[in-house]
């Protein structure tokens, strides 16, 4: 039992390219959500998917774009990276929408 | 907007202190309230959940307690250990489904 896998763990784009980052969880949970923490921020919701079949916009959703590929799958694209989306990017899930959320080890991201 | 605030920032005790770590949010129209534990470079660890219409909730060392009224939450840490020293964050949830982040209490026990 895994609970909740990211990939990769570390990332270095270059101002303009594109990147999926992937996430799975066998928790057999209906929702997943994408964070990401910033020093002096916290950590802040991009997307989330409620159930499988639905996405909605976090907090910070702009320049990002996400897919609930099955249940257990919820990927985060980022279609032309930007510095300001150099950040530690947390995949999260729980059973159902306002119970216990279970999150992954993340994932640091670097754009230059 | 919902808005967390933990205090303090950081906070250094010497092994086996008991103490208490705050956690203040301004909309008191929460769903829960979660606490979560931070280790350098790793996720969080889910640690407590508590919904609106509990007052506190124990496991092992640990108690949380929510006042929704006056707007905070407090994590009691029994006993302290090395062991416990990580970055404790705490967390509103609200409408739809939102958790909403303090900045997190970073935490150093000294043995």
């Known amino acids: 039992n895994a609970g909740v896998t990211q990939t990769p763990k570390f990332q270095v784009l270059k101002t303009g390219q594109s990147m999926t980052l992937q996430c799975a969880q066998d928790m057999n949970h209906n929702s997943m959500y994408w964070y990401r923490q910033d020093p002096g921020m916290g950590l802040r919701l991009i997307y989330y998917?409620?159930?499988?079949?639905?996405?909605d916009k976090g907090e910070v959703p702009n320049g990002y774009n996400v897919s609930r590929l099955n249940k257990r799958e919820f990927s985060l694209r980022l279609e032309s990276a930007a510095p300001s989306q150099t950040s530690v990017y947390f995949c999260?899930?729980?059973?159902?929408?306002?119970?216990?959320?279970?999150f992954g080890p993340g994932t640091r991201l670097t754009v230059t | 907007k919902q808005e967390v605030t933990q205090i303090p920032a950081a906070l250094s005790v010497p092994e086996g202190e008991n103490l208490v770590l705050n956690c203040s949010f301004t909309d008191s129209a929460i769903y829960n309230l979660q606490w979560f534990r931070q280790d350098p470079g790793k996720g969080l660890t889910s640690l407590l959940l508590?919904?609106?219409?509990?007052r506190e909730q124990t496991s092992g060392r640990l108690n949380a307690s929510l006042d929704k009224s006056s707007g905070r939450s407090t994590l009691y840490i029994a006993a302290s250990q090395p062991g416990d020293s990580a970055t404790y964050l705490c967390?509103?949830?609200?409408?739809?489904?939102?958790?909403?982040f303090g900045e997190g209490t970073q935490l150093t026990v000294n043995p």
């Open positions: 967390a509103a949830e609200t409408s739809g489904s939102r958790l909403t």
């Open positions: 508590i919904q609106s219409s509990q």
């Open positions: 998917s409620a159930s499988e079949g639905t996405t």
């Open positions: 999260a899930s729980s059973y159902d929408l306002t119970y216990e959320q279970y």
